[in-house]
C-alpha cells in the first residue's frame, strides 16, 4: 500500500467535522484494512528499484575484489598502519606503449637468414609505427583536452543546469495545475452545498412524515380492531 500517509483534497469541503468517536471508527476500520496488505516503501508506479545483480557484471565484481584484498595491518606499539595499495590491474598490457622493442645488432642480423632478417625487421617497424601513432593520439588528446576541457566541462554543465531548470518548471506547472483543480472542486463543491443541504433537509422532512403516516394508520387501524371487537 504505497504513500499510505498521503492526504488527499478531494474530499467533500461541505461534510460537517467528525466527531472524536467517529474519526477513532474510521481509524480502526482503516487500520484493520491496512493490516491485510503488508506497506510498500516504493509508489505502486514507480519501477521496482535496482539491485546489485542487475548493473554490476562479474568484471566490476573482480575488480571489487581486488580493491578489498588489501587489509589494515597494525603496528607493533598498536596504531593502525597504512593500508597497502591494491594490486594493480593486469587487464591491459602497457609495456607494448612504455619500453620499445629490442633492435637486434648488425652482427646478429648477419648471422640471420635474409627472409628472417627480413621479417624480424618488418615486424619491429610496424610496432614502432603503432607506439609512435599511439604517443602522437595521446598528446593530440591531451593538447585538445587542455585547451578545451575546461570550457566542455562548463557546457556540460550549463546543459545539466538548463534540463534541471525546465523540471523544475513542469514541476512548478503541474503543482499549479493542481491548486487550480483544487480551487475549482472547492468553489464547485460550496455553490452546491446550500442546494444538498436542502435536499437533506427535506429528505429528513419526509422521512418523517413518512413515519408520522405509517403511525397514524397504525393508530387507525387499532381504532378500527377495537370498533370490530366492541
Sequence with gaps: MPLITTIHESLPYIDPEPTPSERSAAEALIAAERSLH?????HALLPPPLTPS???TPLLESEFDRIASHVVQANPDGTQAPPP????LSALDL????????????????????????TLLSSLLGKAYT???YVAQRRAHLALLDAY?????????????????????ELAEAKREIDLVT????QAQDEVGPEILGLED?????????????????????????????
Design 95 to 118: 609495456t607494448r606503449y612504455s619500453s620499445l622493442p629490442e633492435i637486434p645488432s648488425a652482427s646478429e642480423l648477419a648471422g640471420m637468414d635474409s627472409s628472417e632478417a627480413t
Design 149 to 169: 576541457g575546461k570550457n566542455a566541462w562548463l557546457i556540460g554543465n550549463w546543459q545539466l543546469e538548463g534540463e534541471l531548470k525546465a523540471i523544475e518548471k
Design 131 to 133: 607506439d609512435h601513432a
Design 38 to 42: 503488508p506497506d510498500d516503501p516504493f
Design 183 to 186: 480551487l475549482q472542486r472547492k
Design 54 to 56: 542487475s548493473h554490476i
Design 202 to 230: 427535506t429528505w429528513k422532512k419526509g422521512v418523517g412524515r413518512v413515519l408520522e403516516t405509517e403511525a397514524a394508520v397504525e393508530g387507525l387501524r387499532r381504532q378500527v380492531l377495537e370498533v370490530r371487537r366492541g
Design 85 to 88: 595499495p591494491p594490486p594493480k
